[in-house]
C-alpha cells in the first residue's frame, strides 16, 4: 500500500511537471508579441531598435529551457513573475482572485451538493415515479444548459424584472447568489443524473435481493448498504465536476463581474498579459490534478472493493 | 412496447433536429431581411410583422441574425464533431490493431490531457491564440478526439482476434485495407453513437468561448456572441437576448436528447 502511494505521487508530480512545460508552451503559440503590445500601448513608437531593447528587457529572447527554468522555480518558490501589463508581481493579484473564486466555487458546489444528492437519491428509489420524471427532466434541462445563458436569464428575472439583486457583484452575501447559483443550476443536473444511475445501479446488486429476502427493512438497506457502498463513487463525481467548475466560473466571474481568478484571466487575455494566463493555468490544473489524485485515495480508503 | 415508443421517440426529434440543420443550411433562403444591415432609424424595435423577434441595438433583423447564426453555431459544432471523429478513429484504431510503443504513448498523452480541466485549457489556448472562430476550434478539439480514441481502440482490439480477420491476413490482406474492410464497419455504431452524444457540449462549448468573445467575432452572427452583445442594453431590449438564448437552449435540448435515447435504445438491445 505505501509503495503503491509512493508510485502515485510520483505520477502525480510527473503530471504536474508535464502541465507545467505545456503551460509554458502556450507562449509560443502566441501569435502577438508582448514587446509590441507592450510598447504601442504606452505610446512609444515602434522602432526595430526599441523593440529589440524591450525584447531584451522582458527577457523574450533567451532560450526556451532556460527561460522555463526560471519560471518554473519562480513558480516553486511562489513567484509567478511580473505582469506585462504594468510590472507589478502577478503572485499576489492571482493569490486575490483565487480567494474569491474559491468562495464563489465552494458556495456553488455546497448549494448543488444540498440539492442533487437527497434527489438523486430518491429519485433512483421511487424509479419511474412521477416525482423521479420531474426530477430527470429538470435535471436534463438544467445539464443542457450553458451556464452564460442561465447567468443572463437569472440576472434579466432578478435583477432587472424583480429588482432584488444588485447587477454587479459587490463581493457582499447579496452579490455571491446569483453567480453562485448560475453555477449551480447546470453542475445540480449533472449529479443528479449520475447520482441516479450510481444508486439505481447499487440497488440492482445481487446482495440488495438478498438483504431483502432476509427481511432487512428497506431504510436499512437504503441507508447501511447502498449509500455507503455509492459514496466512494460519489466524490469521483464530485472531484470530476471541479474541472467543469472551473472552466464555468470563468465565464460566470466575467459577466458578474466577481473579481475571481477568471475575471482576472479574461482581463489579462485581453491585454495578452502571459504571465497571468499561464499562472492561471497552473494553478487551475494543479488543483484539478491535485482534487482528482485525493479523491481517488479517498474512494480507496472508504471502499475497500476499488483495486489501485 | 417500450421499445417502440422509444423509437417514436427518436424518430420524431430527428425529425425536429433536421428541421434545425436545414433551417441552419438554408438560411440565405429564409431569412426575411439582411441579418447585417443596420438601420438607425429602426433600432431595438419589439417584436413586430416585420421583425418577427424584435431589432437589435444597430437594428438588425434579430430573427435574420438568430437564422443565420444557427449556421456558424451548427455548422463549426459539426465540423468540429465531424474532425474529431475522424482523427480519434483513426489514432484509436491504429493504437488497437498494432500495439506496441506509440499505443502506449498515444494513451498515455490522452490521459494526461484528461487530467486537466478542458474548459480552462480551452480558454486559455483560445485566448492565446488570439480569438476567432478557428482558434476556438482548435482549442477545444484538443480534447475532444480523446473519448473517439479510446473507444475505437477498445473496439478494435476485442475484434482484432475474431477469425475474419486472420482469414484476412492469411489472404496476404495488409493492415489498412484490413481496418478500413473489416474493422470500420464494425465498429462505426458505437462511434457514431458517440458522435451524437458529443454534440451538445461541444455546442455549450463554442458558444461559450463565443460569448466571451474567443470565438466567433463579431459583427458575424453567432448565438453566444450575440446574447453577450446584446446583454448590455438587456433592460431595454429584452427581446435581442432572449431569442437566441431561447434557440441555443432548443438546440441543445434536441441533440441532447437525441443522443440519450440513441443510447438508451442500443442499451436496450
Redesign the interface.
Known sequence: MKKQLLYRVLGLLA?LF??SIL?FA??Y????DPAEKRLSSQGVAITKEVLEAERLRLGLLRPFFVRFGEWFFGIIRGDFGISFKDDLPVAPKLAAGLQNTLILAFSSLFVSILISVPLGIISAVRENSVLDHVVRLLS??G???????IS??L??VFC?WLDVFPIIATGSLQGLFLPAVSLAIPMSGRFVRQIRAEVLRELGADYVTGLRARGVSEKNVLVNNVLYNCMGHIFTIIALQ???L???S??IE??FRWPGMGDL??DA??ARD?PV?MG??VI??TI??VI?FLSDILCQVIDPRVEA | MKKDKLKKRIIAVSVLAAILVLAALFADFIVPNDPYAMNATLIRKPPSAQFIFGSDNLGRCVFSRVLTGARMTIASTFILVAISFVIGTMIGMLCGYYGGFFDELLMRIAD?ML???????????A????GGLKGALIALGITSWISFARLARSHTMTIKSEPYITVSKLMGKNGLYILLHHVLPNIIGPLLINALTQV?STM?GI??LS????GVVPPQAEW?SM??EA?AY??IA?WA??FP?LA??VT??VF??LG?AVLEYKNDR
Open positions: 503530471v508535464i502541465l503551460t502556450l507562449l503559440i502566441a501569435p502577438g436534463f434541462i445539464n443542457s444548459l450553458p451556464n452564460f445563458l443572463v436569464l440576472m434579466y432587472i471541479i474541472g467543469i472551473m472552466g464555468g470563468v465565464v466575467t459577466i484571466v479574461m487575455i485581453n502571459y494566463v492561471f493555468v487551475m490544473g484539478y490534478v482528482n | 494526461l487530467a486537466f480541466p478542458q474548459m480552462v485549457v480551452a480558454i486559455a489556448v485566448g492565446i491564440l488570439g451538445g455549450i458558444s461559450g460569448f466571451l468573445g474567443l453566444g446574447i453577450a446583454r438587456i433592460q429584452p437576448v432572449l438564448a441555443t437552449i441543445i435540448i441532447n436528447y440519450d
